[in-house]
T-cell receptor, first 115, second 113 residues
Framework: AQSVTQPDIHITVSEGASLELRCNYS??????LFWYVQSPGQGLQLLLK??????LVQGIKGFEAEFKRSQSSFNLRKPSVHWSDAAEYFC?????????????FGKGTTLSVSS | DAGVIQSPRHEVTEMGQEVTLRCKPI?????LFWYRQTMMRGLELLIY????????DSGMPEDRFSAKMPNASFSTLKIQPSEPRDSAVYFC???????????FGQGTRLTVV
């Protein structure tokens, strides 16, 4: 079955430091991969997505992610974190089954930014 | 477009009562999703529709939950009877196609006491 694992429940990063959030997926075919961000009390906003082509994907707010098929990973990175980046981050895979397709989410990683 | 609109934003109800959550997707979107978010289980896909037809409802926890999409601009998620363990934030999302960006509403925080 398709699944997404985000190994880190909570990460704290100093403002200005670099960030990497890990995501591993389980899917038999070439996956469609997404990163979403959720601010407190809000819905989810798409940061970036990977469908095919260049394995390094650029997104909004200075984020990027790299698809590594050999590692079944799609880690999110940012070179310099801002205090406003504090939020919860979700990795998702577009999964297809006999009934159709839908987004399956990981359990999320909460990012705290210290000054 | 105002985005995906969910109502109510907050709902507090007593155990055993019927609860109806509402969603208005973005105009022109063909797919609609209902998710439930809890601390323990994260974001769970409950059901999704394509062109108003339910495609996969395997995530619906039990028969107490039902969802409808009578037309392209409206969907409901109903819980009858509600139980305390149903307390969660329920999100509706829509997209042009499942493989494109899903736009999320701000969610309905349901508390069953």
């Amino acid at each position: 079955a398709q699944s997404v694992t985000q190994p880190d429940i909570h990460i704290t990063v100093s403002e200005g430091a670099s960030l990497e959030l890990r995501c591993n997926y389980s899917y038999g075919a070439t996956p469609y991969l997404f990163w979403y961000v959720q601010s407190p009390g809000q819905g989810l906003q798409l940061l970036l997505k990977y469908f095919s082509g260049d394995t390094l994907v650029q997104g909004i707010k200075g984020f990027e992610a790299e698809f590594k098929r050999s590692q079944s990973s799609f880690n999110l990175r940012k070179p310099s974190v801002h205090w406003s980046d504090a939020a919860e981050y979700f990795c998702a895979v577009g999964a297809q089954n006999q009934a159709g397709t839908a987004l399956i989410f990981g359990k999320g990683t909460t990012l705290s930014v210290s000054s | 477009d105002a985005g995906v609109i969910q109502s109510p934003r907050h709902e507090v109800t007593e155990m055993g009562q019927e609860v109806t959550l509402r969603c208005k997707p973005i105009s022109g979107h063909n797919s609609l999703f209902w998710y439930r978010q809890t601390m323990m289980r994260g974001l769970e896909l409950l059901i999704y529709f394509n062109n108003n037809v339910p495609i996969d409802d395997s995530g619906m926890p039990e028969d107490r939950f039902s969802a409808k999409m009578p037309n392209a601009s409206f969907s409901t998620l109903k819980i009858q009877p509600s139980e305390p363990r149903d307390s969660a934030v329920y999100f509706c999302a829509s997209s042009w196609d499942w493989s494109t960006e899903a736009f999320f509403g701000q969610g309905t925080r349901l508390t069953v006491v």
